[in-house]
């Protein structure tokens, strides 16, 4: 890789890692702003907190990633026309597709980046994160443990505690499971303790009374105790979680078991999603490569080059929005399955026509005359 290599694609690639990171930071706040509720609610630790809102990141990153590339090479080529820097190149005898490799390298390590990502790693990070859900919401010692606040654990599952002492006790304890509506169960005591043991966790009930409902009957009956061991396995919720079709490896969803729980209430989603993964490599390129088509030529005036990221921003812009509507389509029909890879493929073949000559960018002319007008405007307020 020569001087200019290295320079264009330098250039380029700190754009888009400075690009890629801002975006990234404001999907974690989103993230954040979400999970707040582990921390205000649910008495989780930070480290809890920051696993949680960081595992999704990586998927959300698939999306995040071919914007943040098409912002750098936009970024790349206005400067370098802006700084005159393309002219001298043009001049110097150096041509369109000597710009366009080491541009071109950067867009196929984030492609690359991409399939890693979509194949194994994102969907890891959204299996651990379900996972990590799951312990939370089973974690009936830490949300118990919070004093004055009625915690809803599972349908029809619900605890409280009035106070908590410092060693541990726990005071005007409320337990409410109505999870199986044939059998209500209530329980109320004067204060209880968590111990464990070989067996698991329990919660000793010390002076209280439990208070069941069943079937139609509507007499409660009333059973008062001194002691009552409470086994805190069985008011957990169902530990066993379900992964989703965004949560399957890209080998997962190429041999999708059709006896699958998840497959089987919805097989297009698996369709749908495999296909949005095959095709999630080819954004980047089209990303570029509209982007290069735009602003890849030397432009002299600041008004053509702002017409040429207009442009370039429109055409990616349909190529982005066209590609997430695709995905209801195939989930809906297996015989449009083509159409998630004709989305960015026709982006990039449109983007290599305008590169070869054989297709022209034309400014419609109702918008170069308002550029007209719009230039003409600022240029007298400037002189005045």
């Avoid at 994160?129 to 009936?140: F, T």
């Avoid at 997962?252 to 490599?281: I, N």
């Avoid at 429109?314 to 989930?331: N, P």
């Avoid at 007008?373 to 240029?379: K, P």
Wanted: charge should be positive; glycine fraction near 6%; hydrophobic fraction near 50%.
């Amino acid at each position: 890789m020569g001087r200019l290599d290295r320079y264009l694609f330098s250039t380029a690639a700190i754009a888009f890692l400075a690009v890629l990171g801002s975006l990234t930071t404001l999907v974690w706040l989103t993230q954040v702003l979400r999970r707040f509720d582990l921390l205000a609610t649910q008495g989780q630790s930070f480290f809890v907190f920051m696993t949680i809102t960081a595992l999704a990141l990586p998927m959300l990153m698939l999306v995040i990633a071919p914007i943040a590339l098409f912002i750098a090479i936009v970024f790349t080529l206005n400067r370098l026309s802006a700084d005159s820097e393309l002219i001298v190149m043009n001049a110097a005898g150096v041509s369109r597709w000597r710009i366009f490799r080491p541009l071109f390298a950067l867009t196929m390590i984030v492609a690359t980046l991409t399939i890693a990502v979509s194949a194994e790693v994102g969907p890891w990070t959204l299996r651990t994160l379900r996972e990590q859900i799951s312990k939370v919401n089973a974690d009936i010692v830490s949300n118990v443990a919070i004093p004055g606040r009625f915690m809803s654990m599972d349908r029809g599952l619900t605890f409280h505690v009035r106070e908590r002492s410092p060693d541990g006790l726990m005071l005007g304890i409320f337990v409410f499971d109505a999870r199986n509506q044939d059998n209500e169960t209530t329980y109320i005591a004067e204060r209880g303790r968590i111990v464990h043991s070989p067996q698991g966790a329990y919660l000793i009930l010390d002076g209280g009374v439990m208070q069941r409902r069943q079937g139609q009957n509507k007499s409660p009956n009333f059973v008062e105790f001194q002691r009552y061991a409470f086994d805190m396995s069985q008011l957990t919720p169902n530990q066993h979680v379900l992964y989703r079709a965004t949560d399957r490896t890209l080998y997962d969803l190429v041999t999708a078991d059709e006896s699958d729980e998840m497959y089987k209430q919805d097989p297009g989603r698996f369709r749908a999603e495999l296909h949005k993964r095959l095709s999630a490599p080819l954004f980047p390129i089209a990303a570029f490569v509209l982007a290069f088509a735009f602003l890849g030529e030397a432009r002299t005036t600041r008004q053509s080059r702002g017409l040429a990221i207009a442009g370039a921003a429109g055409a990616f812009a349909l190529v982005e929005i066209f590609g997430f509507g695709t995905s209801g389509m195939v989930a809906r029909n297996a015989a449009l399955t083509w159409i998630t890879y004709l989305v960015p493929v026709a982006g990039i073949l449109y983007g290599l026509a305008v590169i070869a000559g054989f297709a022209q960018f034309r400014v419609p002319a109702l918008l170069q005359k308002i550029a007209d007008l719009l230039s003409a405007r600022f240029e007298r307020l400037r002189t005045a």
